[in-house]
């Protein structure tokens, strides 16, 4: 069964800043990788999703990278800001349906 | 984009009674849905899987008769927690698939249940 787990579970720091995220699984036979942010009693919001060929995907300020065969992902948040206060989750599929998720990384950004 | 409506957001309920949580998929036709749970502190775990026109798959130590799918049109599934207890209280949340798009899944923004 496919494990994944997130370091830290929780992290602040001062806006400005640039971050890392982590997320390890324990199954690389994966079919994608996806990232999402998750705000206080609210839904999933996709921010990147990387399939089991790729090694990283960019958008904006976020930078996700994927090494299959180490079982590791991470989410590079370049030059943070009070609205990226979130939960970071990171979810795995194994066949392009079903994701594990991890239980999720809780960012603040302090202004 | 694909948008994922789900209702309601958040719902109290008394223990013994059975609460219906909705999953429409607005824009497009999801054949696929899928059912996630979220116990505080904990993660998002799949707790079945949701076919139109078909029974459900539900995952292991998931009890059928407890949480009743329906998926009875190719843009809505229904989630029925029977006979709730203060132990099903947590996060529900559904999830769809957009078949115009190779990898797009939506999700639904939740309903936080607590049963009193």
């Known amino acids: 069964k496919q494990e994944v787990t997130q370091i830290p579970a929780a992290l602040s720091v001062p806006e400005g800043e640039n971050l890392v995220l982590n997320c390890s699984f324990t199954d690389s036979a994966i079919y994608n990788l996806q990232w999402f942010r998750q705000d206080p009693g609210k839904g999933l919001t996709s921010l990147l999703l990387i399939q089991s060929s790729q090694r990283e995907q960019t958008s904006g300020r976020l930078n996700a990278s994927l090494d299959k065969s180490s079982g590791r992902s991470t989410l590079y948040i370049a030059a943070s800001q009070p609205g990226d206060s979130a939960t970071y989750l990171c979810a795995v599929s194994v066949t392009g349906n079903q994701f594990y998720f991890g239980t999720g990384t809780s960012l603040t950004v302090i202004p | 984009g694909a948008v994922v409506s789900q209702h309601p957001s958040w719902v109290i309920c008394k223990s013994g009674t059975s609460v219906k949580i909705e999953c429409r998929s607005l824009?497009?036709?999801?054949?696929?849905m899928f059912w996630y749970r979220q116990f505080p502190k904990q993660s998002l775990m799949l707790m079945a899987t949701s076919n139109e026109g078909s029974k459900a798959t539900y995952e292991q130590g998931v009890e059928k008769d407890k949480f009743l799918i329906n998926h009875a049109s190719l843009t809505l599934s229904t989630l029925t927690v029977t006979s709730a207890h203060p132990e099903d209280s947590s996060f529900y949340i559904c999830?769809?698939?957009?078949?115009?798009?190779?990898?797009?899944?939506?999700f639904g923004s939740g309903t936080r249940l607590t049963v009193v």
């Open positions: 999830s769809a698939r957009d078949q115009r798009a190779i990898y797009g899944y939506t």
């Open positions: 824009d497009f036709q999801a054949t696929t």
